[in-house]
């Protein structure tokens, strides 16, 4: 499996995919906002897109479908439940259903609601695995649920599915967030040894480059994944001091989904 991230360098932040087997050229597009740069990337690399995956029905994500798919004859596919919400939709996704591209590349579907209520990430299994997340998991930080969302789904999300997932699975994300979100898990967590040491050079860092983390780090600098950690859990309580000694996970996700909100 060849990966190709494009940086959008636009107010978004958006960051897009080219997903391409090795023995065909044949390459699957995610999220292509900026159609352009997408299609100027397939071309320099020798890929021919065939399909186009929308992670959920924003605009910022399905902006790019119908002038890339006038210039490849790409087929569209999105969440069964988003589909007809982003119009033009040839496959309608569902839970466990597999999107293959060429020969080599096999990339399973997981209803991740929370970020909208239908959202897909696309999981690739094996020896490398990766997970194309759109808007539910950011590096070090969690999608918000201000646009149709809904927060206890997101926590069912990262509890029931994105914690569940090896910890060498690469995380590829709609949007480039890194320093704002590792600034509000020192926030919440000041002493986090590797979320300071991953700030510091994030600041440094042209958003292009931005590093790729795996779930293993992000259950070390992302909040969300820290839903027991007792400096977190007291740092809450002085700021929600409603929430009990001993919160549940459930709890803790959705207040710190709540403080991020406008923090």
């Known amino acids: 499996m060849l990966i190709e991230r494009i940086w959008a360098a636009n107010d978004y932040r958006n960051f897009h995919y080219l997903v391409a087997c090795a023995e065909t050229g044949e390459a699957l597009a995610i999220d292509p906002l900026d159609w352009r740069k997408c299609l100027a990337a397939a071309k320099s690399r020798g890929y021919e897109i065939t399909q186009i995956v929308n992670t959920h029905e924003h605009r910022d994500h399905t902006g790019g479908n119908e002038p890339l798919r006038a210039e490849t004859g790409a087929r569209v596919l999105a969440h069964a439940g988003a589909a007809a919400h982003i119009g033009h939709v040839d496959v309608g996704l569902t ?55 809904h927060p206890e789904l997101l926590y069912e999300t990262f509890v029931q599915q994105l914690a569940r997932l090896p910890g060498t699975t690469r995380v590829y994300p709609g ?54 950690n007792p400096v977190i859990i007291a740092r809450l309580r002085e700021t929600f001091p409603e929430l009990p000694a001993e919160p549940s996970p459930r709890e803790v996700f959705l207040r710190l989904r709540e403080l991020r909100n406008r923090w």
């Open 95 to 149: 839970r466990g259903d597999v999107v293959r591209v060429g020969r080599t590349v096999e990339l399973e579907c997981l209803d991740t609601p929370g970020h909208t209520l239908a959202h897909v990430c696309l999981y690739a299994r094996g020896d490398s695995p990766a997970l194309f997340c759109g808007d539910t998991l950011f590096n070090a930080g969690a999608g918000n649920c201000h646009h149709g969302g």
């Open 175 to 228: 949007h480039e967030y890194l320093e704002r979100n590792l600034a509000f898990t020192l926030d919440r967590e000041p002493g986090n040894a590797a979320a300071e040491a991953l700030h510091q050079s994030a600041a440094l860092q042209d958003p292009a480059a931005a590093p790729i983390t795996t779930l293993g780090e992000e259950k070390r600098i992302n909040t969300f994944f820290r839903l027991q």
